[in-house]
């Protein structure tokens, strides 16, 4: 009889923490839906604390916790996976072959090589060459004009070979081709 009256007031007393605890769920989720609370986060995010508390993650530990999370959980590949699930990446590489993107890319990255000091440098290797030396007392170009001649076939390659690959990785049909 006395283990009956103790099972049944376990029972009944689940039911009774069973409805409490959804009380305040209930009591929590009218709180977090409220007026004032959105206004508390607003002011809070807002603050020169929280600022000061984004610094502190970014500047102590949590950033290479992030990090080798990210890597262990292979987030940027599923990322990459995702972004060639939904043709996000194939839009992204036909706005950049199909707008100015390209050209401004292009044109950044030859800048950076022409101020590389290890162009100047093959550039004066070569000039010393006699091969070049040679070539130059042979024709009328100067060799000034060879190298500018090449640099520019050579983009000019570069350039149809990179559009090519795109265009074939993308499965796009080849661009008609105009004559100058």
Do not use: C, K
């Amino acid at each position: 009889m006395l283990r009956a009256g103790l099972s049944l007031a376990t029972r009944a007393g689940g039911a009774v923490g069973r409805r409490v605890e959804d009380a305040s769920l209930w009591a929590i989720d009218a709180a977090l839906g409220s007026r004032v609370a959105r206004e508390a986060v607003d002011r809070v995010v807002a603050s020169e604390l929280a600022e000061r508390a984004v610094g502190q993650a970014l500047e102590g530990p949590l950033v290479d916790a992030v990090a080798r999370d990210i890597a262990r959980y292979a987030v940027v590949e599923r990322i990459a996976d995702r972004l060639i699930a939904e043709a996000v990446l194939e839009h992204a590489v036909d706005r950049v072959l199909e707008g100015p993107e390209l050209e401004r890319i292009a044109n950044s990255v030859l800048d950076r090589v022409l101020e590389s000091e290890e162009l100047w440098q093959l550039v004066e290797e070569v000039a010393q060459s006699p091969a070049v030396t040679d070539a130059i007392s042979r024709q009328g170009i100067s060799f000034a004009d060879q190298v500018a001649l090449g640099v520019r076939a050579r983009s000019h390659n570069a350039d149809a070979w990179l559009e090519r690959t795109a265009r074939r990785a993308l499965r796009r049909a080849p661009r008609e081709r105009t004559e100058p």
